[in-house]
């Protein structure tokens, strides 16, 4: 589920990069360093992903199925077999395996059933696969109505008001909404808060499809049967909706677990299922009402219209039962050979929609070469290095989520970083969001690797004509959510984009092949930048975060944060107590950064002072974990990112304050001011520990 992390907003922040920064390695100990990067990118073996990708791929394995614990247990076999150690861990999740039973049909003036699943091609054999399945929306209430339409154009909070402003009565209606402009959760759960019977979701050919180009086979853009499946879950927590901040472990385990009752949780009502833009067609044209705004019209030949009339009728069916469903994340361990209780943690879903060509696997099959390309390492990273598969992340986030529930003590002790690499080798361009520590890595790194069929670097050609690549902030979308917002643990998220067929059954090794990366090479060129991030991060003496950099980001946070607070209060007098913290924070992260250089110049740390170093570095993310959480929902506990809980699609940097924003809300700034200049303060007396240290 990957799609939702493009909409990042991007700030750059100016810094002069030197050449080769090998921060936090002795500088007598660089040499080596290289020696180990150039042993691991030249055993890089750049025919294994391919291999990999089609194993992973080869049938439709959505979690649940009988096909994705196969998918498990070939990636527990070749992580073993690369002398991994690994270990399942089961989760009983309340959720749908499959769409039940679903029918949608025009009821008047004729009747007809619409498609509702793609069409099988000649020229991509997988899609003929017996076992895919139709469109669903996971997480749909049932129910049986038929009933007249509304067109809702994006089904946002935004078109619903505009709706009731023109006066259009929804109640006891069949919403039909494109696809795009906010999560697809927060268009079932507004359809449903507008008394909506029920809601039909399709991608518009405007938005992908024939008017932006050719349509899959023949080219990379949705045909008129191609759906986009997803989760509707739009609790104020991710995972499995009836345990928030516990893990949902075995039924017939030795732990009880407290179970909400799925009557005391806000899953949605009617029933919602997604539909082609062949199918929305056939409603579209039988509607008679007025004409809908310009900017709602979309790419079919007809005047779009706000209602169907009383002689267009039209029935959707959804019978999808939940269950408890068991489902496997499967975690490998490489122990590290000097610091093994500091972890850098890898990870990537295995479940999919259908084959999974894009998203997930491409990031499977590449963590699966990277898991045999380090096996095969003579020189141990000195850190633990651990990759996660997580399961159920396309129902709500939810394997890695549980995962992170029940490890909590232990990674919020030992976990330098989480890299999550959902769907991570989906084209040929490079794009990265990050926590602000972890930045510079990531472009350090890019130095060291080779574009493939090129001479230039994958940093020279990210960067483009630019000083340096633009690195977005992360926001929500994947399963490193429960790592950085609700544990603290410094999070990547990175790899390359391209065409997409997001949540079709289109996303095969077929279209892998054609459209996304003829030549399989940009599997291994991503296992390098990882992989050599993954490294630096293991090896270094000195946990290597950029500490200046959370002073300057936040100084740029905290800049948008009051403008836009006085784009609605005018007096506003800026919150002048964490400015004062900030100020303090840019002196001692610069002073960090400065005492930290000397020290690895001359080489001498003692190994109590090394310890008490990482040890603290590793705490410092937590300043910002604020044990009360948001008001938008307490799961949520970073103060410095979440998702945006009105369209769950854009990032939010300092979330607390943006709600407030959101809402031109003027009574809690002060409060916001008081827990952020804390959090501030807190990080502050660490660096100061840091530095007196050094
Ligand atoms: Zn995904």
Known sequence: MKKLLINCLLLSVTGILHAQDYDGFYQSQVNDQKKVEAEFLKTVDFNSFKQHLKTLTKEPHVAGSPANERVKDYMMETMQKAGWDVEVYPYDVYMSKDPGESVVELVLPIRKPLNQQEYILEEDPFSADPNLLKGWNAYSGSGDVTAEVVYANYGTKADFELLKEMGIDIEGKIVLARYGGNFRGYKAKFAQEYGAAGLLIFTDPKDSGFTRGLVYPEGLFYNESAIQRGSLLTEDFTGDPLTPFDPALPLDGDTDVKRLDPEETNLHKIPVTPIPYGSAREILEHMKGKPVPPSWQGGLPYTYRLEGGENLKVRVKVDQPRDFVRVHNVVGTLKGSERPDEWIILGCHYDAWGHGATDPNSGTAMLLSLSETLGQMENKPKRSILIGHWDAEEHGVIGSTEWVEQMKEELEAKAVAYINLDAAVSGRNFGAASSPTLKKLIIESSKEITFPDSAKTVFEIWAGDKEEPSIGNLGGGS??????????????????????????????????????????????????????????????????????????????????????????????????????????????????????????????????????????????????????????GSWYRSLYASTDPFSGYASWMLPGIMYEIEQKETERLAEWDERYSAAISDLNAKIEELNNIL
């Open 479 to 632: 399963d490193h959510i429960a790592f950085y917002m609700h544990v603290g643990v410094p999070s990547l998220n990175g790899g390359t984009g391209g065409p997409t067929l997001y949540h079709t059954n289109y996303d095969t090794f077929h279209f892998y092949e054609k459209f996304v990366d003829p030549t399989f090479k940009m599997g291994a060129a991503v296992e390098q930048l990882m992989g050599l991030i993954s490294l630096r991060l293991a090896n270094a003496e000195v946990i290597p975060y950029d500490v200046a950099r959370y002073g300057k980001d936040l100084k740029l946070h905290f800049e948008n944060a009051e403008n836009q607070v006085k784009g609605y209060k005018s007096d506003f007098a800026g919150f002048t107590k964490t400015q004062m913290a900030l100020e303090k924070l840019l002196d001692l992260g610069q002073k960090y950064e400065a005492a930290l250089k000397s020290k690895m110049e001359s080489g001498d740390l003692s190994p109590e002072v090394k310890d008490d170093l990482n040890t603290k570095l590793l705490g410092l993310e937590k300043s910002f974990i604020d044990p009360k959480g948001m008001y938008f």
